[in-house]
């Protein structure tokens, strides 16, 4: 029944339609977020980059230290073999002496005793560089028991710029060049929240199509089509405080991420320090005991050579052999440490 007071009967009417649209929504300004959002991903990436080669780092670090136990337990396992090798000539000396009916057979026994003390040092240093091959192993992610070898020696020719470490710890290291992304981030999540105080403009386009068919209608067919194209402008009058809550927050978590930061720097300065120490204080103890090595191997050659000439007693071959083994321990220890004070100051600057 249409206004006109016409009534239209039909049996079986039938009414389709057809519409199709194609709209376009484009955010003009938005307070320059979108550069800003944009901007704060990238920097997330490189923080990710970082965080990874920091990784990296720490593991190239600890694979090289346990290479280099098994190298000093290898060296230290020669060094017990070295001292096996006076104690049985000690033993032979002595041997000798007693059998002649003029040595002790006290000094004998004691020098059997130390043999055998040498001889349980060499399988327990069989063992421990087994595990230390073990441990190698595991940071390469191989098979525990995948058979290698090392060398026998330390290359210590590491000479240390301290100029040129400085100029590059706050351009490499990984720990400061993180904090320095995430005190990036932060200020860019302020800048982002501060964008919410800034209007929106937004434009719309559309492309419409509309086709109707009826036989009970006053309008038997009907077809629209063409662009259409809008605008609208979105200004932030009152938000309840929200965005200035937000905003304080980013605020305090910008100025805690660059305290983060002047505090990193400030630890890694300072492990820089104490690693530059450590390393000349390896380099004088080495250089030390280097001499120590010629003295105390001379003392006892010289001990054995009177022992077997009858003029000295056993029990100072017995000192001198106790101080050659306590001086290539000590030996072998302060050629590892200052490779691991070497390999810490390379990794503090990011050169692994």
Same mark, same amino acid.
């Given at each position: 029944? @249409?206004?006109?007071?016409?009534?239209?009967?039909?049996?079986?009417?039938?009414?389709?339609?057809?519409?199709?649209?194609?709209?376009?929504?484009?955010? *003009?300004? !938005?307070? /320059?977020?979108?550069?800003?959002?944009?901007?704060?991903?990238?920097?997330?990436?490189? *923080?990710?980059?970082?965080?990874?080669?920091?990784?990296?780092?720490?593991?190239?670090?600890?694979?090289?230290?346990?290479?280099?136990?098994?190298?000093?337990?290898?060296?230290?396992?020669?060094?017990?073999?070295?001292?096996?090798?006076?104690?049985?000539?000690?033993?032979?000396?002595? =041997?000798?002496?007693? !059998?002649?009916?003029?040595?002790?057979?006290? !000094?004998?026994?004691?020098?059997?005793?130390?043999?055998?003390?040498?001889?349980?040092?060499?399988?327990? =240093?069989?063992?421990?560089?087994?595990? &230390?091959?073990?441990?190698?192993?595991?940071?390469?992610?191989?098979?525990?028991?995948?058979?290698? #070898?090392?060398?026998?020696? +330390?290359? @210590?020719?590491?000479?240390? !710029?301290?100029?040129?470490?400085?100029?590059?710890?706050?351009?490499?290291? /990984?720990?400061?060049?993180?904090?320095?992304?995430?005190?990036?981030?932060?200020?860019?999540? @302020? $800048?982002?929240?501060? /964008?919410?105080?800034?209007?929106?403009?937004?434009?719309?386009?559309?492309?419409?199509?509309?086709?109707?068919? $009826?036989?009970?209608?006053?309008?038997? $067919?009907?077809? &629209?089509?063409?662009? =259409?194209?809008?605008? &609208?402008?979105?200004?932030?009058?009152?938000?309840?405080?929200?965005?200035?809550?937000?905003?304080?927050?980013?605020?305090?978590?910008?100025?805690?991420?660059?305290?983060?930061? #002047?505090? +990193?720097?400030?630890?890694?300065?300072?492990?820089?320090?104490?690693?530059?120490?450590?390393?000349?204080?390896?380099?004088?103890?080495?250089?030390?005991?280097? #001499?120590?090595? /010629?003295?105390?191997?001379?003392?006892?050659? +010289?001990? @054995?050579?009177?022992?077997?000439?009858?003029?000295?007693?056993?029990?100072?071959?017995?000192?001198?052999?106790? $101080?050659?083994?306590?001086?290539?321990?000590?030996?072998?220890?302060?050629?590892?440490?200052?490779?691991?004070?070497?390999?810490?100051?390379?990794?503090?600057?990011?050169?692994?």
């Amino acid at each position: 029944q @249409l206004v006109s007071g016409t009534t239209i009967e039909r049996t079986n009417g039938y009414s389709n339609s057809f519409n199709a649209a194609v709209a376009l929504n484009w955010n *003009l300004f !938005d307070g /320059t977020k979108m550069f800003i959002t944009k901007n704060k991903l990238g920097q997330i990436e490189k *923080l990710g980059e970082i965080q990874f080669r920091e990784l990296v780092q720490q593991a190239v670090y600890n694979i090289i230290v346990a290479y280099y136990t098994v190298v000093s337990q290898k060296q230290q396992l020669q060094s017990i073999n070295e001292v096996m090798a006076y104690n049985i000539e000690r033993v032979k000396i002595l =041997q000798k002496s007693f !059998d002649a009916g003029l040595g002790r057979k006290t !000094d004998l026994l004691q020098a059997k005793i130390d043999l055998n003390v040498n001889r349980e040092l060499e399988i327990n =240093q069989k063992t421990v560089i087994l595990n &230390s091959k073990h441990s190698l192993n595991e940071l390469l992610s191989r098979d525990p028991l995948t058979p290698f #070898e090392v060398g026998d020696t +330390i290359p @210590l020719n590491y000479k240390p !710029d301290v100029k040129d470490l400085m100029q590059k710890l706050y351009s490499a290291n /990984t720990s400061i060049l993180s904090y320095q992304k995430q005190a990036d981030i932060a200020r860019l999540s @302020l $800048s982002e929240y501060k /964008t919410l105080y800034m209007p929106r403009l937004n434009i719309n386009a559309a492309y419409n199509f509309l086709q109707s068919n $009826s036989n009970a209608s006053q309008v038997l $067919s009907n077809r &629209s089509y063409g662009p =259409q194209l809008g605008g &609208s402008l979105v200004m932030p009058i009152y938000q309840a405080g929200n965005v200035s809550r937000q905003v304080k927050s980013a605020r305090i978590q910008a100025s805690s991420a660059q305290i983060g930061l #002047e505090s +990193i720097k400030l630890r890694i300065n300072t492990e820089l320090q104490r690693a530059l120490v450590d390393f000349e204080d390896q380099q004088q103890l080495l250089k030390y005991e280097k #001499e120590n090595y /010629t003295l105390a191997k001379e003392n006892l050659n +010289i001990s @054995l050579e009177r022992l077997r000439l009858g003029q000295t007693t056993a029990l100072e071959v017995r000192q001198a052999s106790e $101080s050659f083994a306590n001086c290539l321990a000590r030996l072998v220890a302060f050629q590892y440490n200052l490779k691991v004070a070497e390999t810490r100051l390379k990794q503090l600057v990011a050169e692994l």
